[in-house]
């Protein structure tokens, strides 16, 4: 068990090292150009990579907080990158399947009581209530913003990024502050990021019928 858990180790690592700089990649470059879109894949694949390997390896070594970062993770990636497949955010089984690991993933870190995952969890639960409106509203043929997808897309993915960067910082540099100010660092700096590059790259949105998307 151990040399499996050495061996999902390294490709952990090698992953996660591909999410953060991918990602890095991916915000500072040109909004929908080739770069972005190289180093959101990247990015994209990494964080699958760390999250897919973090759970046989919190059951070999248990670690709740990794495991349910991994969860929480897992949920954000996979919602992002769903926003650019399913545009018109009309729900089909893989939407469902996604928003229930949300669900999930956020009930359990606000039950733990530690801090940074109960700030998770309540992420995920305000996450988990938009998309269950904005569903509920596609399929009662309600108007919902045109710009719906790339505010989804645009919030899951920084929630990914922000995850991974916690695990990294918890894993690697806990010892260089205040416990939960170096844990809850890429939240407070990547909230604020979130909110301004949505405003700036959702502004004005065009209202779109939802039988038509």
């Given at each position: 068990?151990?040399?499996?858990?050495?061996?999902?180790?390294?490709?952990?690592?090698?992953?996660?090292?591909?999410?953060?700089?991918?990602?890095?990649?991916?915000?500072?470059?040109?909004?929908?150009?080739?770069?972005?879109?190289?180093?959101?894949?990247?990015?994209?694949?990494?964080?699958?990579?760390?999250?897919?390997?973090?759970?046989?390896?919190?059951?070999?070594?248990?670690?709740?907080?990794?495991?349910?970062?991994?969860?929480?993770?897992?949920?954000?990636?996979?919602?992002?990158?769903?926003?650019?497949?399913?545009?018109?955010?009309?729900?089909?089984?893989?939407?469902?399947?996604?928003?229930?690991?949300g669900a999930v993933s956020g009930v359990?870190?606000?039950?733990?009581?530690?801090?940074?995952?109960?700030?998770?969890?309540?992420?995920?639960?305000?996450n988990v209530t938009v998309d269950l409106?904005?569903?509920?509203?596609?399929?009662?043929?309600?108007?919902?913003?045109?710009?719906?997808?790339?505010?989804?897309?645009?919030?899951?993915?920084?929630?990914?990024?922000?995850?991974?960067?916690?695990?990294?910082?918890?894993?690697?540099?806990?010892?260089?502050?205040?416990?939960?100010?170096?844990?809850?660092?890429?939240?407070?700096?990547?909230?604020?990021?979130?909110?301004?590059?949505?405003?700036?790259?959702?502004?004005?949105?065009?209202?779109?019928?939802?039988?038509?998307?």
């Amino acid at each position: 068990m151990e040399t499996l858990h050495q061996s999902l180790l390294v490709v952990h690592i090698l992953s996660g090292a591909a999410a953060l700089i991918g990602g890095a990649l991916a915000m500072t470059a040109r909004k929908g150009g080739g770069t972005h879109r190289i180093a959101g894949r990247v990015f994209f694949y990494g964080m699958l990579g760390v999250s897919f390997t973090a759970v046989p390896m919190t059951l070999i070594h248990p670690s709740t907080f990794l495991l349910l970062i991994a969860g929480f993770s897992l949920y954000q990636v996979l919602n992002g990158e769903r926003a650019l497949r399913n545009k018109a955010q009309r729900p089909q089984w893989k939407d469902w399947t996604i928003t229930a690991l949300g669900a999930v993933s956020g009930v359990a870190m606000l039950t733990t009581g530690n801090v940074v995952l109960m700030v998770f969890g309540g992420i995920a639960a305000v996450n988990v209530t938009v998309d269950l409106r904005t569903y509920v509203s596609v399929l009662r043929g309600r108007r919902v913003p045109g710009n719906t997808w790339l505010r989804k897309h645009i919030g899951h993915m920084m929630g990914g990024y922000i995850a991974a960067s916690t695990a990294f910082l918890v894993q690697n540099a806990s010892g260089l502050g205040p416990w939960w100010l170096v844990w809850l660092a890429p939240t407070f700096i990547g909230v604020p990021l979130l909110v301004m590059w949505t405003r700036r790259f959702t502004r004005r949105p065009p209202a779109v019928t939802a039988q038509n998307g």
